[in-house]
């Protein structure tokens, strides 16, 4: 029986659990009857048509405590990219070369671990590989803050940033609460057509803490005056209001409230920054208050020091599970995760063909959010609170967390 062997790439946005996906995709293949090696393609699908793999088996077996320390590691150990594929009857070129380097590897089956942008090379591969007969199997394994994939509860990765997004609100409130002064104080999170993160701030809210005290999200046309509003109501009531943003926040005609001019990345996506800035600015001048806005930009993304257990968890079952999918058979899908209960909180792996969710996008439903556009229903908290759940294990040396080690991504700074 000629050697079987997998390859795994990660792409996109990083987080605080993508690599614990990657840690269960090496673990799966290093029990498997039917696999061999794990090959790691540094930045994302480029590592394939650039060469620039590593042998993760033998990495793993070197050191199996690596396998832990992996699991708790923020952002990609392989790297990543925002590559686009061309549409192969344009351009089958990359292709051609990236199917040989499975034959070359004796590659069975491939796993790109990312968001929505990589579902859409997953998907490309998937539609190319079955034109030409290829007997890989090609699956994507979730991950993205924004919480955003379709025909998945939620996404790894965002359990962990929403925990930061709580705390560090619950923390915002501490600061500002000392001050006996009227104060505004706006928070921008990332979701550019999501708000699930800028929800998760209402997380913070407990016994004696009610901020944030306005919550606006993208699913919900965004009116500066009736903003002003909302908040002059506030400090009529109190001295300090808190306010949480989504980044992609627009109005009724769908243009971005933001004080940058806007960019768009490979995929057509616009690069956003500038919200909180905006209204700070608008408060500022409009209500003559103390305000300062917080932009938390790539801070949500990778604090594992904060990472919720319960995320990371399921993150490595997810790339366990895409191994075990794998030796059966399944192709051109992506593994999900079906909510059983809230509570007590259960959840069950399936999979889901790709074509059902390359280039879609899941919103926060808008009955899960109060009529008024400023705040968010009970729902909605419901959903969120079990995904922030329990505490990581990690190793600390000089008062400072001990990751896995990322020198063999220098050379490609």
């Known amino acids: 029986m000629s050697q079987k062997n997998c390859m795994v790439a990660q792409s996109g ?4 659990a993508i690599n614990a996906s990657l840690a269960g995709v090496i673990d799966g293949v290093m029990k498997s009857k039917i696999y061999d090696t794990v090959y790691g393609s540094l930045n994302g699908i480029t590592g394939i048509l650039n060469n620039d793999l590593m042998n993760l088996s033998a990495l793993m077996e070197k050191n199996p405590e690596y396998l832990h320390r992996l699991t708790v590691t923020p952002a990609m150990f392989l790297g990543s990219c925002r590559y686009k594929l061309p549409d192969y009857l344009d351009d089958d070129s990359s292709y051609v070369y990236i199917f040989k380097q499975f034959a070359d590897y004796d590659i069975e089956a491939f796993f790109y671990i990312g968001g929505n942008d990589s579902m859409d090379t997953v998907l490309k591969l998937s539609e190319y590989g079955k034109r030409i007969g290829s007997p890989v199997r090609i699956i994507g394994i979730p991950k993205t803050i924004d919480n955003d994939l379709c025909e998945t509860d939620h996404t790894p990765g965002f359990g962990s940033a929403a ?19 009227k104060s505004v104080t706006i928070v921008e999170i990332m979701g550019r057509d999501a708000g699930w993160l800028t929800a998760a701030a209402a997380l913070a809210r407990n016994e004696y803490n009610t901020a944030p005290h306005l919550i606006y999200l993208p699913e919900v046309p965004f009116d500066k005056e009736d903003f002003l509003l909302d908040v002059k109501r506030l400090l009529f009531e109190q001295n300090n209001v808190i306010v949480a943003v989504s980044e992609g926040i627009r109005d009724a005609s769908g243009n971005y409230i933001s004080a940058s001019e806007q960019s768009v990345d490979t995929f057509g996506h616009s690069q956003l920054s500038g919200a909180g800035k905006t209204l700070e600015f608008l408060v500022k001048e409009k209500l003559g208050v103390k305000v300062r806005s917080v932009e938390v930009n790539v801070l949500q993304r990778c604090a594992a020091h904060l990472a919720s257990k319960t995320d990371l968890e399921e993150a490595f079952a997810l ?3 895409a191994v075990a999918l794998s030796e059966e058979g399944v192709t051109a899908s992506m593994v999900t995760m079906n909510r059983i209960s809230d509570a007590p909180y259960q959840i069950e792996y399936g999979y889901t063909e790709i074509k059902h969710i390359a280039n879609e996008a899941k919103s926060v439903p808008t009955e899960w959010i109060n009529d008024a556009g400023n705040d968010i229903n009970q729902p909605l908290i419901d959903y969120l609170t079990p995904l922030i759940q329990g505490e990581v294990d990690i190793t600390y040396e000089n008062g400072i967390p001990v990751y ?10």
């Open 13 to 16: 946005g990083p987080t605080a």
């Open 404 to 413: 896995m080690n990322v020198s063999h991504l220098a050379k490609h700074q």
């Open 319 to 321: 790339g366990k599970k």
């Open 163 to 181: 925990k930061y997004i709580a705390s560090s609100l619950l923390e915002i409130s501490h600061d500002t609460f000392i001050y006996a002064v």
